[in-house]
């Protein structure tokens, strides 16, 4: 998985909020919870983001059974309700502010307001940094072997339609590592800019319009999204026009991105466990806020697999869960 405009006052972040109760009477009371529990605020990215949501859900099932506090927050994907979210936790006196898929480096104004609170940040998919310790990265890396496989099933040529997302720091860096694997290849891209929310709308309204200009039979042909909602967008648009011609690739491994894998309709998705990082982030949670503002930056890598046809049994033996 974006952002620029003028920010929010906290009276939209406020309306935007839904609470989580686990435990005693919310977020806002900023004392660690004495008694082990902890008020953490949670920024989402966009509701319709399956992905990071999947992270969230495996964050908060954690903390419920803490007896933690959690508010979340959904910006639907604008950098401006996102820094309002963080200043109004900020007011709210929390523990912990978690921060998804937003660029730490676009939310500078709610870092330094959580900073000088003495709050720290946690990222996920957002970088770490001064006042943000700790980030699980779902960046370049899982791109790298997905984007080596679109190079050799093209044979190094033809044509590549690119759905990207300049506003997330994952396809920031998925879209960068892809970029590095065509370098020396004759294969020509056409880029568009997703939406969100409405991402897979916008995979299917681009991949309708680059169908149109290449017609079956015109050569190697493949859509590369920097994660699978458009993906999906385009298999849709594929179905519809009968094309059966043209590689999809996306990234994130959702359970209908690898179910398309499986039928044919993709050629390969990137598995992240983005529910491995959830728990993770979650199980660390003490630690970050112990250590806080002031400690070392650090980056988790979460697990990845590429899943194709070829692959997929192995992918389901080893994460048995993603599959049912």
Same mark, same amino acid.
């Given at each position: ?92 006196? @929390? ?5 998804? @898929? ?9 870092? #330094? ?38 190079? *050799? ?21 998925? *879209? ?25 709308? +916008? ?14 039979? +015109? ?19 594929? #179905?519809?026009?009968? #094309?059966?011609? @043209? ?19 993709? #050629? ?57």
């Amino acid at each position: 998985m974006n952002i620029r405009r003028v920010a929010l006052g906290t009276t939209l972040a406020a309306a935007l909020m839904t609470t989580a109760a686990c435990g005693n009477s919310g977020a806002g009371s900023g004392d660690g919870g004495g008694d082990g529990s902890y008020d953490i605020g949670i920024v989402q990215f966009s509701a319709t983001d399956e992905t990071a949501e999947k992270a969230i859900g495996s964050y908060v099932e954690y903390a419920d059974e803490k007896g933690w506090n959690i508010t979340k927050v959904d910006p639907q994907g604008s950098v401006d309700k996102a820094i309002s979210a963080v200043n109004d936790f900020v007011q709210k006196g @929390v523990d912990l502010i978690i921060v998804t @898929v937003f660029p730490t480096d676009q939310i500078t104004g709610g870092v #330094r307001a959580a900073t000088e609170a003495g709050i720290p940040i946690v990222s996920f998919s957002g970088g770490s940094g001064p006042g943000v310790p700790l980030n699980a990265d779902s960046g370049a890396l899982v791109s790298t072997d997905v984007s080596q496989q679109l190079v *050799e099933d093209m044979g190094g040529k033809g044509e590549l339609l690119l759905l990207g997302y300049k506003s997330g720091l994952p396809c920031i860096g998925r *879209e960068q590592a892809l970029d590095d694997a065509l370098k020396g290849s004759d294969i020509n891209v056409t880029r568009q800019e997703v939406a969100i929310p409405g991402q897979v709308e +916008s995979g299917t309204k681009f991949t309708q319009a680059w169908l149109a200009k290449h017609r079956k039979g +015109s050569g190697n042909l493949a859509i590369w999204a920097c994660f699978d909602d458009p993906a999906l967008g385009a298999v849709s648009a594929l #179905r519809s026009a009968n #094309r059966t011609d @043209v590689k999809v690739y996306g990234i994130n491994g959702t359970p209908a991105a690898v179910t398309a894998v499986q039928s044919g309709a993709m #050629r390969a998705t990137a598995f992240i466990d983005v529910a491995g990082a959830g728990r993770e982030l979650a199980v660390r949670t003490p630690d970050v806020i112990e250590g806080g503002v002031d400690a070392k930056p650090e980056d988790i890598p979460i697990p990845t697999f590429v899943v194709t046809k070829e692959s997929y049994d192995e992918f389901a033996k080893k994460y048995p869960d993603e599959v049912k």
